[in-house]
């Protein structure tokens, strides 16, 4: 199969005379996912300037970048996506080709307690940069594309059998995936009513390094290596689609520089697991990792009450991104939980420093009366 990145000529880009040097603005670059796309495209793209807006919300961490911040195709600018006229000037400043944008709320659990601040940031904020592109490019949108992140959980939640496509309806459960799914409309909308040249993916559950603790497998891979207990919502049945976070920043960069105007591309690992199953594969990693007698980590898992309106299961069917952009998820599950366990293991001081100040604070609230 050719190899999508070197088969791209950007003839769109020829035909826009007024577009030179390649600018990207990535939203949310100092996050989880941000943070590798970032890294994925200042790294392969020396040529393009990549600027990363980030609010630096308690998930943003400039430390995630700190091995290409000096790059002289980076430039780091703080503000936040629900500041409209920020969003506006930045887009005078700068003349964008590309936007990968990924800032947003993105923890479910926080958006149960707390969704008002998911509307705005997802909704809202979406729409403000969708604003601002489109006055910024108005009459001269070819070659210009807004990539818009996004997550299968606006498809809601699966039964045993079947798989999420492109053309399943949206049917979210939570307010994180209600406001996804709301921004994911309003891009459609700007592509459909102002002829935006977008391009949206919905991908799977992410996993890997730089993944804030509060997630599964973060927060489970502290919790062990502290020896406290591990806390698994429900009887711990529930399904989740890992995919390597690197994976998904290639699929992005591929979907980014040769996917089509106003198509949608769902993103997975083909990778099912129970919550419980996958917990008690992280354990063993850790017992010998941390040479502790097969069977002690286990002994740290605590069944809690469920989450309110929680999924029970996530599945990708990502034959579309196959078959016409021709990627492939690289790595088996069980090499990138070693992979991820190691880098944890290695980056004590980074997962301290994330779970100093405001983490206590979060986790006594969202687990002690659990
Ligand atoms: P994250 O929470 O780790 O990072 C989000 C980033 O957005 C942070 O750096 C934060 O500071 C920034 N941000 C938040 N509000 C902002 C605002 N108002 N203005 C500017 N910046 C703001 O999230 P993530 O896991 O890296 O997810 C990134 C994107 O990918 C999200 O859109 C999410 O919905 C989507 N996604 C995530 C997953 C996953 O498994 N994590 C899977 C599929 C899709
Ligand atoms: P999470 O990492 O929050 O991702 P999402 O809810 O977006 O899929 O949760 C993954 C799964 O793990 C989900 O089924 C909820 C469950 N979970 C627990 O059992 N315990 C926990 O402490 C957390 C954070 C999640």
């Avoid at 100092?30 to 990549?50: C, E, K, Q, T, W």
């Avoid at 998930?59 to 290409?68: H, K, T, V, W």
């Avoid at 105007?261 to 354990?283: A, F």
């Avoid at 069977?295 to 599945?315: M, N």
Wanted: glycine share 6%.
């Amino acid at each position: 199969m050719p190899n999508p990145l070197k088969t791209c000529n950007f003839t769109d880009l020829e035909k826009n005379p007024t577009l030179s040097k390649i600018k990207i603005l990535v939203t949310g670059g100092a996050g989880f996912i941000g943070s590798h796309v970032v890294r994925r495209l200042v790294n392969n793209y020396p040529d393009y300037h990549v600027v990363n807006l980030d609010k630096l919300t308690y998930a943003g961490n400039l430390a995630n970048l700190r091995d290409i911040e000096h790059k002289p195709n980076y430039q780091f600018v703080k503000a936040d996506i629900v500041d409209a006229a920020a969003m506006q000037q930045l887009f005078t400043e700068h003349d964008f080709q590309f936007v990968v944008h990924l800032a947003a709320e993105s923890h479910v659990d926080r958006s149960i307690s707390n969704p008002i601040e998911f509307v705005m940031t997802n909704v809202v904020g979406t729409v403000n940069l969708l604003n601002a592109a489109r006055h910024a490019w108005k009459d001269r949108m070819d070659g210009r594309r807004f990539y818009h992140v996004s997550t299968d959980e606006v498809y809601g939640s699966l039964g045993d059998e079947g798989m999420f496509t492109e053309t399943t309806a949206y049917d979210p459960h939570s307010p994180y995936s209600a406001s996804k799914a709301s921004s994911d409309h309003f891009v459609r909308a700007y592509h459909d009513t102002y002829g935006l040249p977008v391009v949206i993916s919905n991908c799977s559950n992410n996993y890997g390094s730089y993944h804030f603790p509060e997630k599964l497998i973060p927060l489970a891979i502290n919790n062990i290596v502290n020896s406290r207990p591990i806390p698994v919502y429900g009887a711990g049945e529930n399904v989740r689609d890992w995919l390597w976070v690197e994976d998904h920043a290639r699929a992005i960069d591929v979907i980014l520089h040769t996917g089509k105007n106003g198509e949608t591309y769902n993103i997975g690992g083909h990778n099912e697991w129970k919550n419980i199953d996958l917990i008690r594969l992280l354990c063993r990693i850790l017992d010998k990792k941390l040479n502790r007698n097969t069977g002690d980590s286990e002994k740290l898992i605590t069944f809690v009450k469920d989450r309110a309106g929680h999924d029970l299961r996530y599945a990708i069917d990502a034959t579309k991104l196959k078959n016409e952009l021709g990627w492939m998820p690289s790595l088996q599950f069980e090499e990138g939980l070693e992979k991820t366990v190691d880098w944890y293991l290695a980056n004590q001081e980074w997962l301290n420093q994330v779970t100093s100040g405001d983490y206590k604070n979060y986790y006594d609230s969202q687990y002690t009366k659990r």
